[in-house]
């Protein structure tokens, strides 16, 4: 360090100490000062000394109430001004993701496991592990309104209400509805429980009613009030998968279009129908069994009489009509 | 240090690091009234130790808040002190103790290198 840099360093340093340690010291350690040739040993001396005085009480207690009051202030609006840089740069972050998350289409890095086209026809859902919402009213420019991380695990097809409103999706974590009354902003309403994984959910016609399946296993939930889902009836299939397999991807659920039949093809083999003319008053109808279909996916038509099968090997989809 | 005998430290314990540079500056001072800067060359010339502003004025500000040393009139903004009866006396007691430490070290050090 330069004598002309200690110097000045020290002068500066002269001005860190307390004010009424300044008031009486200050000028005769100036005048040292001038006297004295400065080193860095010298500013470093001075730093600590004006750290001791700053620590003395002697040389606080006499202050000012109002001068300490504002010596706070300045420490608390110090503090305040960093939370709120912080503050605002997560919120940057996180607006800056939000906006990611909209856009044309992305090359599918995970696949999709499910899809639905709203009633009105100009929103579709994708079912990854996460729910995706789309723009498709432009079919030639589709474009991704929303995207919610990590509520789903492995998703099935999810479905809309008939008033496009509501959304049903199925998962390994479960069932859940969302609003969907703005498709850009999907909300969480409630839970769905079912035991290791919901593998299909289906709205009846009038959208009174959700059919959900795990594990060989319908539950009828009256949601009226979606926001509090109201189990009606627990429906079992003849056959159930085996135990470790709770979690069936590959199941459907289709009402009628009267809504009095519900049918039901878990693991692309067991067809089951039930009549469903109310709540609490349910009457299985049929079961059969289909080996045509193939181990994917299944799909009812919309007037629930027709089913499609997706096989696992190859490209092709197999249609059989239900009894 | 007990018995009756007398502490190095005894009244200078609350100036901590400070105890050390205010032996040297009441020291400097008894021969008479100096100033900052004085007080500085002086410690040097006496004793060796090259005493920096900022230990300087820490020490002497609690010498004076202790009433060891007082202020004088200003002269042309240079401040001189003077040491106080009560200076005076500590600094008496101060060095006996230290002069015990001197004995000792001394009759230890020819007995043990026969110096």
């Known amino acids: 360090m330069g004598p002309e840099l200690a110097a000045r360093l020290s002068r500066f340093l002269v001005g860190c100490y307390p004010r009424r340690w300044r008031q009486r010291y200050a000028v005769e350690l100036l005048e040292v000062l001038n006297q004295h040739r400065p080193t860095a040993r010298t500013v470093l001396n001075l730093w600590a000394g004006a750290a001791c005085a700053h620590l003395d009480p002697a040389w606080r207690a006499g202050r000012h109430p109002a001068i300490r009051l504002r010596r706070w202030a300045y420490i608390f609006s110090g503090i305040a001004a960093v939370l709120l840089v912080f503050a605002l740069g997560i919120s940057f972050l996180a607006w800056r993701e939000e906006q990611g998350n909209t856009g044309p289409p992305l090359p599918l890095s995970g696949g999709i496991f499910g899809v639905a086209l709203s009633p009105d026809g100009r929103t579709v859902a994708t079912i990854s592990a996460n729910l995706e919402m789309w723009d498709v009213a432009d079919r030639a420019n589709p474009w991704r309104l929303a995207y919610t991380k990590g509520d789903i695990a492995i998703g099935a097809d999810p479905a809309f209400s008939p008033d496009g409103r509501v959304l049903a999706t199925a998962g390994g974590g479960g069932g859940i509805l969302w609003n969907v009354a703005d498709p850009a902003r999907p909300a969480k309403i409630v839970d769905l429980p079912g035991p290791g994984g919901v593998g299909a959910v289906q709205f009846s016609p009038d959208g009174r009613i959700l059919a959900s399946s795990y594990g060989g296993t319908v539950a009828l939930w009256n949601i009226a009030d979606p926001a509090h889902p109201a189990r009606t009836a627990t429906l079992h299939a003849p056959v159930p998968p085996p135990a470790t397999v709770n979690f069936c991807p590959n199941a459907a659920l289709a009402f009628s279009a009267d809504g009095h039949t519900l049918t039901m093809v878990e693991d692309s083999i067991t067809v089951t129908q039930w009549n469903v003319t109310g709540p609490g008053a349910v009457a299985r109808l049929t079961t059969s069994t289909l080996s045509s279909i193939g181990a994917g996916p299944v799909a009812f038509s919309a007037d629930g009489r027709t089913l499609a099968g997706a096989r696992t090997t190859g490209d092709t989809v197999a249609l059989s009509a239900l009894p | ?115």
């Not at chain 2, 007990?2 to 005894?10: A, E, F, K, N, T």
């Not at chain 2, 205010?22 to 009234?33: A, E, F, H, M, Y």
């Open chain 2, 1 to 115: 240090m007990s018995g009756g005998r007398p502490s190095v430290h005894g009244k200078f314990d609350g100036l901590g690091r400070f105890a050390d540079p205010s032996v040297l500056i009441l020291t400097s001072l008894s021969d008479g009234p100096k100033h900052g800067y004085a007080i500085m060359t002086d410690v040097a010339a006496f004793s060796g130790v090259g005493m920096e502003p900022g230990t300087l004025y820490g020490a002497l500000s609690r010498l004076e808040r202790r009433g060891w040393v007082r202020p004088l009139a200003t002269e042309e903004r240079r401040r001189p002190y003077e040491i106080t009866a009560a200076g005076q006396e500590v600094l008496a007691a101060q060095l006996a103790a230290m002069q015990q430490i001197v004995r000792v070290a001394r009759g230890r050090t020819a007995t043990a290198f026969g110096t």
